[in-house]
């Protein structure tokens, strides 16, 4: 069975398999759920008490936060004190999932997941996230200018909350919700200047739609607590946490 490794205070961060439209990479963003949302929030507030990712590498401490299942890094079992560095290739395989922080970026990587965490101008600066297969959610500190890039789009990222998943039973159509922030958005000549405060989705499609490979989309997949899990554990807020008030989750963006 696959292992799991949990601090005590653990998020409890569960997915079930997939359903309807979260059936894509192998399940990866299917049916998501979110349990026990008050120990997400004490598993968060647990690892800013501990100094977050400064504190830990600091001290060679693991920048591991959750670690469910079985995953690889550079094609070796990867072990939940084991510390992430850009330049790494992380593989998740079935009902895994991976939760780690690295420089002022947090992520959660989900089930049969591949994925690769570039480096920036300096060891702990993640440059580009290149997600090849499955999905992955994702809080970004303000910085220089950091990519991720899908099979068929690129997301330009100024310091946001997103969520990004590869169907590859679609042809590798790619997902990406920009739950909060601004976001330069392109695929084969398409560009749009994304700017969320809940929410605003698109698909890169792998065939042109009437002349369109940026469509429209609606927000699926990913739970709003996931994303407040993600800003704690590097110390920020979502714009709706900020603002005190959602918007209407359908993928518009207010």
């Known amino acids: 069975p696959p292992r799991s490794t949990r601090p005590p205070n653990s998020c409890s961060i569960y997915w079930s398999g997939a359903t309807g439209m979260g059936a894509g990479a192998g399940g990866a963003g299917g049916g998501a759920e979110i349990a026990e949302s008050s120990a997400c929030a004490e598993a968060a507030a647990a690892w800013a008490a501990m100094g977050g990712y400064e504190a830990a590498q600091a001290q060679s401490r693991s920048n591991i936060v959750e670690l469910l299942g079985d995953a690889l890094v550079n094609g070796a079992r990867l072990l939940p004190q084991q510390i992430i560095q850009t330049g790494d290739e992380i593989v998740t395989g079935p009902l895994s999932n991976l939760i780690f922080v690295l420089g002022n970026s947090s992520f959660h990587v989900r089930q049969n997941s591949r994925l690769k965490v570039e480096r920036g101008n300096t060891l702990n600066a993640v440059s580009l996230l290149r997600l090849l297969t499955g999905a992955v959610a994702s809080v970004w500190g303000r910085g220089l200018s950091r990519q991720i890039v899908t099979p068929t789009l690129t997301a330009g990222i100024r310091g946001t909350g997103v969520y990004t998943e590869v169907f590859a039973n679609q042809d590798n159509r790619s997902?990406?919700?920009?739950c909060y922030g601004t976001v330069d958005m392109e695929a084969r000549g398409d560009s749009v200047l994304s700017r969320s405060s809940y929410h605003q989705a698109f698909w890169g499609e792998a065939s042109s739609k009437e002349g369109r490979y940026l469509t429209?989309?609606?927000a699926i997949n990913h739970t709003d607590e996931e994303l407040e899990y993600l800003a704690r554990l590097v110390n920020q807020k979502t714009?709706?946490?900020?603002?005190?008030?959602?918007?209407?989750?359908?993928?518009?963006?207010?």
């Open 239 to 254: 714009a709706w946490q900020v603002m005190g008030k959602k918007g209407v989750k359908d993928g518009k963006g207010y």
């Open 216 to 218: 429209p989309a609606k």
């Open 175 to 178: 997902y990406f919700c920009n």
